[in-house]
């Protein structure tokens, strides 16, 4: 038997022989072939938008999927520490907490009507599992039972099996029966061309074709996100949540919009579907709701969707949720986050810097092995001639002190929103230093 002493958590000046190994013995790392050591680059402390490592070597973040305040903001870092110490968290399946309809409220009033009840669960997996559900419940509260959904074939709904069964990517892929019969668009258009308006109709016309695929068997919804990130940071042309909204009125499926990665100011907006106007039947969002400080995802529906479920059956409510739902200590990071973004005007400078740091790199598109560069906000995207390029920009952008994302052959830069100009400066030459053509 192993001593006390041999599994008491690390100290922070810890032998970084030991964390290293003790890594690799133990410890099994999300979305990583077996035998690869993830414990090369081991992080032990950050700021702002700065991130150190083990052997003290600094880098500049640009791989924060879920950063929005950056890291040890005091304000947020306070707000956790305070509702642990007063409320850590209670079972909202038979009570409430003084935070959750704060939390509910405040992002109620980012949103257009009638979105305003929202479920909280732990991730944007469990969000989409949830969202499912409603729209399935919906259908069959009607009397009209639907169970299809249409899909992005190259969308990403999370790591459940459903929400894995909404997906054609290979990392995606099981072997156990789909839960619900799916329905899935291709890309029309190759991603570049994409984002062009004039690829609006084309892409919507996909979209119709996959709703009319099987009128004996109409979809009780359409899941899409505004922007495609685990599908190769793929920008869609403007007007195509609008151009959804009028097909799922048209046709009785709801709109459900996967915000889990573009939510809460990564996009240059709070919302992206507020900000073309158009107002979903369902919204999933979570990322950057607490800024990675606390796991939280928020499932956002319209009143229509609420009031259906008092036909349930068997509770006359929604059948879905975790002992840690709406965990208060979560929200109390979530409004902290909230307060954070909105102080210190995090959405409206994301959209400044990604535009400031999309057009000091526009000129590398069609060059050398750089096939495009487009962006989202603050999402700049690089796509690469094949995906071994852009594994070498990664690699070489971290050995330069700068981390990155890769999706396929799209290279990502994805910093914190706290990111200031000289940190964004810097991420731009060290990520052109990382191409190809620099070498």
């Keep these: 038997m192993a001593s006390i002493d041999a599994v008491r958590p690390t100290p922070r000046h810890a032998d970084p022989d030991l964390v290293r190994?003790?890594?690799?013995?133990?410890?099994?790392?999300?979305?990583?072939?077996?035998?690869?050591?993830?414990?090369g680059t081991t992080f032990t402390h950050a700021d702002g938008y700065r991130i150190f490592d083990l052997d003290g070597r600094e880098y500049i973040e640009g791989s924060a999927l879920n950063s929005t305040c950056g890291y040890a903001h005091p304000d947020v870092v306070r707000a956790v520490a305070e509702q642990a110490g007063r409320l850590h968290q209670v079972d909202v399946s038979m009570t409430s907490h003084d935070l959750l309809g704060?939390?509910?409220?405040?992002?109620?009033?980012?949103?257009?009507?009638?979105?305003?009840?929202?479920?909280?669960?732990?991730?944007?997996?469990?969000?989409?599992?949830?969202?499912?559900?409603?729209?399935?419940?919906?259908?069959?509260?009607r009397g009209r039972p639907r169970s299809r959904v249409v899909a992005f074939a190259r969308g990403y709904q999370g790591a459940t099996i459903l929400g894995r069964s909404l997906s054609a990517l290979p990392r995606c892929r099981h072997p156990m029966t789909a839960p619900l019969p799916v329905t899935l668009v291709d890309l029309p258009l190759p991603p570049r061309e994409l984002r062009r308006p004039e690829a609006l109709p084309v892409l919507l016309d996909a979209f119709e074709r996959a709703v009319l695929a099987?009128?004996?068997?109409?979809?009780?919804?359409?899941?899409?996100?505004?922007?495609?990130?685990?599908?190769?940071?793929?920008?869609?042309p403007p007007g195509f949540l609008a151009g959804l909204r009028a097909l799922c009125d048209a046709t009785g499926a709801l709109l459900v919009v996967d915000e889990v990665f573009t939510a809460y100011g990564r996009a240059g907006a709070m919302f992206c579907c507020a900000r073309d106007g158009v107002a979903p039947d369902v919204l999933v969002s979570s990322k950057g709701l607490a800024g990675g400080y606390v796991p939280i995802a928020a499932v956002t529906a319209g009143e229509h969707v609420f009031e259906g479920f008092a036909a349930d059956p068997v509770i006359g409510g929604l059948r879905y949720g975790h002992t840690t739902s709406g965990h208060a200590v979560a929200c109390a990071a979530a409004l902290a986050t909230l307060d954070v973004l909105e102080k210190e005007n995090l959405v409206e400078r994301a959209e400044t810097l990604g535009a400031r740091m999309s057009a000091r790199l526009a000129h590398l598109a069609g060059a050398g092995e750089v096939v495009d560069v487009r962006r989202l906000g603050l999402v700049v995207v690089l796509e690469m001639a094949t995906e071994e390029a852009a594994l070498g920009v990664l690699d070489r952008a971290r050995?330069?002190?700068?981390?990155?994302?890769?999706?396929?052959?799209?290279?990502?830069?994805?910093?914190?929103?706290?990111?200031?100009?000289?940190?964004?400066?810097?991420?731009?030459?060290?990520l052109t230093a990382a191409l190809p053509s620099a070498g």
Excluded: C, K
């Design 21 to 39: 190994e003790r890594d690799r013995r133990h410890v099994w790392h999300t979305w990583t072939p077996v035998g690869a050591d993830r414990s």
């Design 102 to 141: 704060a939390l509910a409220e405040r992002i109620a009033s980012y949103l257009p009507a009638p979105l305003s009840r929202t479920l909280f669960v732990n991730s944007g997996s469990e969000g989409f599992d949830a969202a499912l559900i409603m729209a399935v419940g919906h259908a069959a509260h």
């Design 214 to 236: 099987d009128p004996d068997n109409p979809p009780a919804a359409v899941v899409v996100e505004p922007f495609l990130n685990v599908g190769g940071g793929v920008v869609l």
């Design 399 to 430: 050995a330069g002190g700068l981390l990155l994302r890769r999706q396929g052959a799209a290279v990502m830069a994805v910093p914190p929103l706290v990111i200031d100009d000289a940190g964004a400066d810097l991420l731009v030459e060290r």
